[in-house]
């Protein structure tokens, strides 16, 4: 088990991923990359064509993530302030423990698959012939 900081960073890393895991994020974090002043809901949800409430979420899931930045208008005026969003700064660069995540999601599927009887199905046999020269039926992944 890793230490507290190993296991912060790693969920870190997993919230960004998560995060940019939707296409809507993503557009919505080009927008706010493209744009030079900060922009608020009813904009970006004009941009992407969804409602704002939609957008809210969105927006929630990057700022979670360290990838976005809220932050309320000033005003003069009386009214309530819009809440305005940005980009952070670092939010294009690799996220910390990146590649480790990579590595333990790419084991953990090698792992999976491993115990997979479509998989127990390529693996040769004790002579070392392939069980799919065989079987040409095993080649095609059942789709359920």
């Known amino acids: 088990m890793g230490s507290a900081m190993e296991v912060t960073l790693a969920q870190a890393s997993e919230a960004r ?7 809507v994020r ?5 927008v706010l ?3 030079a002043d900060r922009r608020d809901i009813e904009g970006l949800a004009g941009v992407v064509g969804l409602h704002p ?3 809210r979420g969105h ?8 990838l976005v930045i809220r932050s309320l208008e000033s005003r003069q005026t009386p009214g309530r302030p819009r809440l ?3 980009r952070t700064p670092d939010a294009g660069g690799a996220a910390p423990g990146g590649y480790r995540l990579l590595a333990e ?10 115990d997979d009887a479509a998989a127990a199905a390529m693996r040769p046999d004790a002579n070392g012939v392939d069980n799919w020269l065989r ?9 359920r």
């Open 26 to 30: 993503r557009r919505l974090l080009r």
């Open 84 to 86: 305005l969003y940005e």
């Open 105 to 114: 999601i790419l084991t953990t599927t090698l792992r999976v698959a491993a």
């Open 33 to 35: 990359e493209d744009s």
């Open 53 to 55: 409430n939609t957008v």
């Open 59 to 66: 927006l929630e899931v990057l700022e979670k993530a360290g």
């Open 135 to 143: 079987n040409p039926a095993a080649r095609i992944p059942e789709i």
């Open 17 to 23: 991923y998560r995060a940019m895991a939707d296409p």
